[in-house]
């Protein structure tokens, strides 16, 4: 069960991410990053707080934007990961491709 | 102990999966995080079975056994047909799937992360994927 939430705040694009990211509806996720993409955007901030799984279909997509997110000038953060869900990120490195941080304040200090 | 799950090939079978998974590995003594990487490490060999060599076609299933003695977790996943060696896969480099935007390979990266040893068999027609983990390895 993926439940996902876009907000709007100020230039920032709040991308809220509930229940678990599997094989069977990681394509939610790139429908929902793609429809930021059609928007003006700038900053996108992931909430994690509430992601209790992703599996490899889910970080494939995140992967398959950083490109794209470089190329457009987009920044990307994660916040609030569950450190079984943080150890996915850090065990393939992709911690050091994404900026992952506790809490949205230390995420948007990090938003130039 | 042991127990086994029939899973038809279709992706909305994984929460079944890892509800499954989830219960056995509660019987162990294995910590949130270890139980996840296991839940993890099957999920992507399951997944990779049912969208790869099974076309996610429903009328086929997979059995998966898990079995824990003493402190070695052996998780079974049987299927026929195509077989799928996951021993013979080589790894992509990260930054080669950024640049292609290749969406697949890192399951099969995490599988070999997060266990301990990985035996794959096949006698042309029934394979069999056996991932293994100590509990209380650390």
Redesign the interface.
């Known amino acids: 069960m993926l439940k996902i939430d876009i907000q709007i705040e100020q230039q920032m694009h709040l991308l809220i991410l509930k229940g678990e990211i599997d094989a069977s509806n990681s394509v939610d996720l790139d429908s929902a990053i793609q429809s930021i993409f059609a928007q003006d955007c700038s900053v996108i901030l992931v909430d994690g707080r509430e992601l209790d799984y992703i599996s490899s279909a889910g970080l494939g997509v995140f992967m398959s934007y950083l490109d794209d997110f470089q190329e457009k000038g987009i920044q990307i953060f994660i916040f609030g990961l569950a450190p079984k869900v943080l150890q996915v990120f850090e065990i393939l490195g992709l911690d050091k491709l994404i900026s992952i941080r506790p809490n949205k304040e230390d995420a948007m200090a990090l938003v130039g | 102990m042991s127990q086994s799950l029939k899973l038809y090939c279709d ?2 079978q ?2 079944l999966l ?1 509800q499954f998974l989830e219960d056995f590995l509660m019987t162990t003594s294995m910590d ?2 270890e139980r ?2 296991v ?2 490490s099957v ?2 060999v399951t ?1 990779n079975l ?2 790869h060599s099974h076309a996610c076609n429903s009328s086929e299933f997979i059995q998966v056994n898990a079995n824990l003695e003493d402190d070695l977790l052996k998780i079974e996943i049987h299927d026929q047909g195509a077989g799928f060696n996951i021993l013979d896969y080589e790894e992509p480099e ?1 930054d080669q ?3 292609t ?7 099969i ?2 599988v070999r ?2 266990m301990d040893k990985i035996e794959f068999e096949t006698n042309g027609r029934k394979n069999t994927c056996r991932l293994f983990k100590l509990v209380n390895s650390k």
Do not use: V, W
């Not at chain 2, 935007?101 to 399951?107: E, P, Q, S, T, V």
């Open positions: 992706t909305g994984l929460t890892r949130e995080l996840h990487q839940l993890l999920e992507e997944a049912i969208i990260i799937l950024i640049t935007k290749r969406k697949g390979g890192l399951g990266m995490l992360k997060f």
